[in-house]
């Protein structure tokens, strides 16, 4: 009885010191009304893979970061972002939009 009670406890302790991620929606954006520098203080993360596509034109110069296919005879770039990876506010655009950064590094990367 006693190693069901410590055990029960010890369950208790640990699951109290996890992290309690919440989605981040609109809804509880216009409930909490947080500024930019607010914004900026919480830690964002990808609920979901994120795969980043786009059609390479001809005239395309270098590839940074990701990778470049042949798809029916078009070059594509692809990005892949694991969920779970943090993300950070950058800047907000315009109304309802936010500039997340996924990645170290530029300013300019987001």
């Given at each position: 009885?006693?190693?069901?009670?410590?055990?029960?406890?010890?369950?208790?302790?640990?699951?109290?010191?996890?992290?309690r991620?919440?989605?981040?929606?609109?809804?509880?954006y216009?409930?909490?009304?947080?500024?930019?520098?607010?914004?900026?203080?919480?830690?964002?993360?990808?609920?979901?893979?994120?795969?980043?596509?786009?059609?390479?034109?001809?005239?395309?110069?270098?590839?940074?970061?990701?990778?470049?296919?042949?798809?029916?005879?078009?070059?594509?770039?692809?990005?892949?972002?694991?969920?779970?990876?943090?993300?950070?506010?950058?800047?907000?655009?315009?109304?309802?939009?936010?500039?997340?950064?996924?990645?170290?590094?530029?300013?300019?990367?987001?």
């Amino acid at each position: 009885m006693k190693n069901a009670l410590l055990f029960l406890f010890l369950l208790a302790v640990l699951s109290s010191c996890s992290p309690r991620l919440s989605y981040f929606t609109q809804d509880l954006y216009e409930r909490n009304r947080w500024s930019d520098s607010e914004l900026k203080k919480i830690q964002f993360y990808l609920s979901d893979d994120v795969y980043l596509r786009r059609k390479l034109g001809d005239n395309s110069s270098e590839i940074v970061e990701g990778k470049v296919r042949v798809v029916n005879g078009q070059k594509i770039e692809e990005i892949y972002i694991p969920r779970s990876t943090p993300g950070v506010f950058m800047f907000s655009p315009k109304a309802n939009r936010f500039a997340v950064a996924f990645e170290n590094g530029s300013d300019s990367r987001f």
